[in-house]
């Protein structure tokens, strides 16, 4: 077996820890759990926090209240309902870690606090903490990249056999999910280059990607994101849902429970996305003009509800930003300047991201002057210009081998190949995934003499710094002077331009 964190090997056992003392008074025991009971079944987290309060208060003497802390924090610390770690943290903090009332065991006393640090920053409706890991492909990513999607961080073992079974149904979830965009991060906690490498093959490669779905296989063995801490992971595997809003909304998870969210937020999203798809088909065709012109009135008519005006802003935000349509994208970078970036009514960690999305977006955009970034030859790994000479049309072509979405733009473009060579259009495919083979291959299947290249994020920076490339596939036409002329398009659309 691999050598294992001494920190996991420590803190495991807190996972099981409960005082003894309390077990010894069954009566009392069994009485206030049925209480307990009645609360957790009926009430959120907080209003169940205010209770609990409530009843240690009328305790009387310190004994007594310590005893009913001590109580509370035991059933909640165990209960197998999500959210209720919230509550023990609450106890921990306010009564015992605070020093107000007398822990029962001070040699348990360090237990007690472990628990409260290990579940502090990932409890559910808290901001997700930000983690920048090693990416198998070479540099970091940022656990913010992908904003405007779901976010599953899976931390996994690939020695673990439950890990394996719980990343065997995953795999089948997501290639089965058809809902609100997803970014998986697959972290690793043991990082061997030699084994990951088989298991990424085996289990998360299956994963049709695209613009619906990402995938990231991350790993910090040596903890220095602190993620250990900041998501409670003591053991493996530990699966937390993050929503769009960079929102804990579903901690360790298991695969039917991550199934039942995703399916729960999808139900409500879709509510929006009807209203959204009526109002766009009724103004088609549509410009960025017109869709500020929606949010504006969006915003309007649910100014005397902050809460409702703050989500429909946001889902129209993500509906615009989500969409392979450069006028709707232009629109959602508006609405993040006009409405999002510097109002107090979202969370400050929100904020940062749509900023980040935002400039993300405004790079190489229409009118600009194509970045020229350096990539690698598919053909022998050396570097080269992604952009060279001054054909009449480039046309960059970003794309995943293993990529449905990819695949049916592929196909158009293999179909008008003739086309495009007759109209001077020079096609510069450029894989920005890791499998060589892979690509070799999909370069055997798709001989059209354009061009094929690769990405190698260490030398680049192309992908979240210099395209806007948060799904793929993606396409840029530029002209001869590399200017862009159009982005975000489908191939299909080419027809108006240069077919």
């Not at 987290?45 to 001590?70: M, W």
């Not at 409405?339 to 955009?365: H, Q």
């Not at 070799?440 to 290249?453: A, H, T």
């Amino acid at each position: 077996m691999k050598r294992k964190s001494l920190l996991t090997a420590i803190f495991a056992a807190a996972l099981s820890f409960a005082p003894a003392a309390h077990a010894q008074e069954p009566a009392v025991f069994n009485s206030v759990t049925e209480y307990f009971d009645s609360l957790s079944l009926t009430l959120p987290a907080d209003s169940i926090c205010t209770k609990v309060d409530s009843l240690i208060v009328q305790g009387g003497s310190a004994e007594h209240k310590s005893r009913i802390a001590g109580l509370a924090f035991d059933y909640f610390s165990g209960s197998s309902l999500m959210g209720m770690d919230a509550v023990a943290v609450h106890i921990a903090d306010k009564w015992f870690l605070s020093r107000e009332l007398k822990w029962s065991d001070e040699a348990t006393f360090p237990m007690l606090y472990t628990y409260a640090e290990f579940n502090r920053q990932s409890l559910i409706g808290k901001p997700a903490p930000e983690l920048n890991m090693e990416s198998y492909e070479g540099g970091t990513v940022s656990t913010r990249t992908g904003d405007g999607s779901y976010k599953i961080l899976y931390f996994y073992d690939e020695t673990c056999g439950t890990c394996r079974e719980q990343t065997a149904q995953l795999v089948s979830l997501l290639k089965g999910y058809d809902g609100e965009a997803v970014s998986l991060y697959a972290i690793n906690s043991m990082g061997d280059r030699a084994t990951w490498k088989p298991y990424i093959d085996e289990y998360f490669a299956q994963i049709p990607t695209g613009r619906k779905m990402a995938v990231y296989n991350l790993t910090d063995p040596e903890d220095r994101n602190d993620w250990r801490r900041k998501f409670g992971v003591l053991k493996t595997p530990t699966m937390v849902l993050i929503d769009p809003d960079n929102v804990i909304v579903g901690r360790q998870l298991d695969c039917n429970a991550l199934a039942q969210l995703l399916k729960i937020n999808n139900a409500e999203i879709s509510k929006y996305h009807k209203l959204f798809d009526s109002i766009v088909e009724s103004l088609a065709p549509a410009d960025s003009t017109d869709m500020v012109t929606v949010a504006a009135m969006l915003a309007e008519r649910s100014k005397d509800d902050p809460a409702l005006q703050r989500e429909t802003i946001f889902e129209f935000y993500k509906y615009l930003r989500n969409r392979q349509n450069f006028e709707y994208q232009k629109a959602a970078a508006h609405i993040a300047s006009e409405y999002i970036e510097g109002s107090p009514m979202w969370s400050a960690e929100l904020r940062e991201g749509v900023v980040k999305d935002a400039a993300l977006f405004r790079t190489n955009s229409v009118g600009d002057t194509a970045v020229n970034v350096t990539l690698r030859k598919a053909s022998n790994g050396h570097k080269t210009k992604m952009l060279k000479g001054r054909p009449k049309y480039t046309l960059l072509f970003f794309h995943l081998t293993t990529c449905g979405d990819c695949k049916r733009e592929v196909a158009i473009l293999r179909e008008n190949a003739d086309k495009l060579r007759k109209n001077k259009v020079k096609v510069v495919c450029v894989n920005v995934g890791f499998d060589d083979e892979l690509y070799r291959k999909f370069i055997k299947e798709n001989d059209r003499r354009w061009v094929y290249l690769k990405d190698d994020p260490i030398i680049s920076g192309l992908r979240h710094k210099q395209y806007d490339i948060r799904f793929v596939p993606e396409l840029y036409l530029l002209d001869r002077d590399r200017v862009i002329i159009a982005r975000d398009y489908e191939a299909a659309c080419l027809a108006g331009i240069v077919l």
